[in-house]
C-alpha cells in the first residue's frame, strides 16, 4: 500500500512538472510569436521637393533633371506621402501635383508604388530592396493592376500577387492609394519604404522618375541633447545654449531646420545658429534663452518642430534594364516635434549672489588685495631703510 502511494506521488510530480514545462514551452512560443508581429504607428508624413523628378534616357545612359510645363501635365510629381500601419496592413497615399490620370495617354506607361526594405540590408535583395508593390495601367485590358515582387540577390524577381485595383483613386482628385499585407513581406518588425511615380514614353525611350527618400519602419524618435543636462536657468536669466538633434537610430540627420513655436510659457527661445537655422550633420545649433523674472520654479517644456532632409542616392535597376548604371538622387523631408526641457529655479538672494561673485572674483581680489599690502609693505620698508642709512651718515659726521 506504501509502495502504491509512493509511486502515485511520484507520478503526480512527473504530472506537474511536465505540465509547467508545457505552459512554459507555450508562453515562450507566444511571446515569440508577438515579438515578430509588425510595428503599428500612426500616420506619418513625407514632403517631397517640387518638380524633383529625373529624364533617364536610355539610349544613351543619360539622367538630368525632369523639364516639367504646361503642356507636359501628365509628368508625375511626388509632393507628400502620409503613411500609416496596424500591424497587418501598411497603407500609404501619393499626393500627386495635379489630378490623378485615370486613362495614361498612348505610348505611356505609368508606375506607382512602394519599394520595401524588409531587413534593413542594403546588401540583400536587389539594391537592397527585397519587395516591390507596383501599380501600373495595362494597356491591353485598359485596367490598372497592382503586382507584388519578390527581389532577389541575384537580380531576378518572382510575381507573388497579381491583382485587378480599383478604388485607389478619385475622379478629379491628386492621391494614389498604396496598401500591402505585411504577411506577405514575412512580417517584418523593422523596415524601410521608398515611394515612386514614374512614367515610361514609349515614342522617345524616356523614364520621367520621381523617389521619395528612404523612411524608417517603425518611426525613429527625435530628442534634443543639450550642453547641459538638465538644462538649469533661474528667473531673470538669459543664456546661449548648444543643442543637438538625436534619433533613437543612433544617426545624425544630415540637415536640419529649427523653427520655435509660439506658447504662452514665460521663456522666450531664439535661434541664433545662422539666418537659414540650419544645423548640418554633429554641428550644435545655438540657442538664446531668456527666462522671465515673473517665471515661478519649475520645469518648462518648449515646443520645436524640426524640418528634417533626408535625401540620398538610388539605383533603380530593376525598374529599367538590368545593366542601367546611373544612380538617381532623392530628395525629401519630414516634419516632427521635439520638446527642450528647461529647469527654472528661484532667483538668488542678496546673500546668494554675493557668494556666487565672491566665488567668481574672490580669489583674483584676494590676489590681487596680496600683491598690493605687499607692495604698500615693500615701499615702506624701502623708506626706512633709507631713513635709517641717512640718520647713520649724519651721525658719522
Given at each position: 500500500?506504501?509502495?502504491?502511494?509512493?509511486?502515485?506521488?511520484?507520478?503526480?510530480?512527473?504530472?506537474?512538472?511536465?505540465?509547467?514545462?508545457?505552459?512554459?514551452?507555450?508562453?515562450?512560443?507566444?511571446?515569440?510569436?508577438?515579438?515578430?508581429?509588425?510595428?503599428?504607428?500612426?500616420?506619418?508624413?513625407?514632403?517631397?521637393?517640387?518638380?524633383?523628378?529625373?529624364?533617364?534616357?536610355?539610349?544613351?545612359?543619360?539622367?538630368?533633371?525632369?523639364?516639367?510645363?504646361?503642356?507636359?501635365?501628365?509628368?508625375?510629381?511626388?509632393?507628400?506621402?502620409?503613411?500609416?500601419?496596424?500591424?497587418?496592413?501598411?497603407?500609404?497615399?501619393?499626393?500627386?501635383?495635379?489630378?490623378?490620370?485615370?486613362?495614361?495617354?498612348?505610348?505611356?506607361?505609368?508606375?506607382?508604388?512602394?519599394?520595401?526594405?524588409?531587413?534593413?540590408?542594403?546588401?540583400?535583395?536587389?539594391?537592397?530592396?527585397?519587395?516591390?508593390?507596383?501599380?501600373?495601367?495595362?494597356?491591353?485590358?485598359?485596367?490598372?493592376?497592382?503586382?507584388?515582387?519578390?527581389?532577389?540577390?541575384?537580380?531576378?524577381?518572382?510575381?507573388?500577387?497579381l491583382e485587378n485595383y480599383t478604388s485607389f483613386f478619385e475622379k478629379s482628385n491628386n492621391f494614389v492609394s498604396l496598401s500591402v499585407n505585411l504577411d506577405s513581406l514575412s512580417s517584418p518588425n523593422k523596415y524601410k519604404v521608398m515611394f515612386y511615380a514614374y512614367v515610361y514614353q514609349q515614342d522617345t525611350a524616356h523614364f520621367i522618375t520621381d523617389f521619395s527618400n528612404w523612411v524608417d519602419i517603425p518611426p525613429p524618435t527625435y530628442y534634443i541633447l543639450t550642453s547641459q543636462n538638465p538644462l538649469q536657468l533661474r528667473a531673470g536669466d538669459t543664456k546661449t545654449i548648444g543643442a543637438q538633434l538625436k534619433s533613437t537610430t543612433g544617426s545624425a540627420p544630415t540637415v536640419v531646420e529649427f523653427t520655435t513655436i509660439e506658447n504662452s510659457l514665460p521663456i522666450t527661445l531664439n535661434i541664433i545658429s545662422d539666418k537659414s537655422n540650419k544645423s548640418y550633420s554633429n554641428n550644435p545649433t545655438f540657442f538664446n534663452v531668456a527666462v522671465s523674472e515673473k517665471a515661478h520654479e519649475g520645469q518648462y517644456v518648449i515646443p520645436i518642430l524640426v524640418k528634417i532632409s533626408t535625401g540620398s542616392t538610388f539605383l533603380p535597376r530593376f525598374l529599367f534594364i538590368n545593366n542601367y548604371s546611373l544612380s538617381v538622387p532623392t530628395e525629401g523631408s519630414i516634419f516632427v516635434p521635439v520638446n527642450l526641457t528647461i529647469n527654472v529655479l528661484e532667483p538668488l538672494s542678496d546673500e546668494e549672489r554675493f557668494r556666487e561673485w565672491w566665488d567668481t572674483y574672490g580669489d583674483l581680489i584676494s590676489l590681487l588685495g596680496g600683491g598690493f599690502a605687499a607692495g604698500v609693505a615693500s615701499l615702506v620698508f624701502d623708506r626706512l631703510r633709507k631713513s635709517r642709512k641717512n640718520e647713520n651718515i649724519h651721525s658719522n659726521h
Open positions: 500500500m506504501h509502495k502504491a502511494n509512493s509511486i502515485r506521488m511520484n507520478y503526480n510530480k512527473f504530472y506537474l512538472v511536465m505540465l509547467f514545462v508545457i505552459i512554459s514551452l507555450h508562453n515562450f512560443y507566444h511571446m515569440t510569436e508577438v515579438s515578430a508581429i509588425p510595428p503599428f504607428f500612426s500616420r506619418q508624413e513625407i514632403a517631397d521637393a517640387s518638380f524633383d523628378g529625373y529624364d533617364i534616357n536610355l539610349d544613351n545612359n543619360v539622367i538630368k533633371k525632369a523639364y516639367y510645363n504646361d503642356t507636359e501635365s501628365e509628368l508625375p510629381d511626388l509632393r507628400y506621402i502620409d503613411y500609416f500601419s496596424d500591424g497587418r496592413l501598411l497603407n500609404a497615399t501619393l499626393w500627386l501635383n495635379k489630378a490623378f490620370q485615370n486613362t495614361p495617354a498612348i505610348d505611356t506607361d505609368f508606375h506607382y508604388g512602394m519599394l520595401i526594405d524588409a531587413d534593413s540590408n542594403s546588401a540583400t535583395g536587389l539594391e537592397g530592396v527585397d519587395y516591390q508593390v507596383d501599380i501600373l495601367f495595362d494597356t491591353i485590358t485598359k485596367k490598372w493592376v497592382k503586382y507584388l515582387f519578390d527581389h532577389s540577390t541575384i537580380s531576378r524577381h518572382r510575381t507573388l500577387a
